[in-house]
């Protein structure tokens, strides 16, 4: 019994990556065709993202927009959770559901407010608009985490600096920022590598203005493949791998994830 269910395990995680081998194997292909398995063997286009101008400046686009679009959803996030942590009434979760809300409408519904909202205000095609709408768009991922931090605090440490003549900024900065310094990074990781991933808001929001590595494989495709496309797949699956890998090293994963501890 135990065998048959390791062998129907093994099955359904070889489908699940099925398509991951496909894309990596094309993206080692000798030749400018979608062949597999690939025909010969070379490195040859992933050297093309750091030295082509245009797929490195992608490339560039692509990791700005992710760095400074989840410090902002972290940004927002934490004073969010901070007041909903602190103040527990029925009339509190109204802000609860407006920071889940951008992440639970469909992505096209959510593009498309914000680009007639950049439009009606004149500042579609800002490259800074991205950076705002993907803040807004995964505000959802850090204030879940975040939530999950403040949740595991014990109250009775903050009550304790309390007394002994903390203010709110002192107890905050001394007692709470370091019990959920691991949700703020992870947090921050989550939004960091769905931004990198995301098409559809940066694409209504800027246009063609500025070209993030999702935006530029689909104007390429309009002119043909190249097993580039794929290599970016693969880096884009490495740096999400890198990311979480080291969330799961530095930090408590199963806490993270909403586990709670044996002692409680």
Known sequence: MIALRRLFLTAVGLFLALPLIVVAGVSV?????LAFPPQGFSLSWYGQIF?????RNALIASLTLAAFSAL?????????AWFLWRRIAPWANIFQLLGIA????????????????WATTGF????????????IFFVT????????????????LVEAAATMGADD????????????????????????????????VAYMTVGFTME???????????????PTMASVTVLFLGVAAIVFGLVARFGDLPKLLGAMSEDR
Not at 51 to 55: A, C, I, K, L
Not at 170 to 184: D, E, S
């Open 102 to 117: 951008p992440f639970t409408l469909p992505p096209v519904i959510t593009a498309l407010g914000l680009l007639t909202f």
């Open 169 to 200: 900024k002192t107890v905050f900065r001394t007692v709470v920022l370091p019990l959920i310094l691991p949700y703020l990074v992870s947090g921050y990781a989550f939004a960091f590598v769905l931004s990198l991933n995301e098409y559809i």
């Open 212 to 226: 993030t590595l999702p935006i530029k494989i689909f104007n390429a495709l309009r002119y043909g493949y190249t």
């Open 141 to 156: 991922l850090p204030l879940v985490t975040l939530s999950l931090g403040f949740s595991a605090i014990d109250r009775s």
């Open 51 to 55: 030295t082509n101008p245009e797929w």
């Open 124 to 135: 579609y095609g800002q490259s800074w608009t991205a950076v705002i709408s993907h803040g």
């Open 72 to 80: 902002l959803a972290l940004a927002i996030a934490l004073p969010l």
């Open 29 to 33: 292909n000798q030749r400018q065709s």
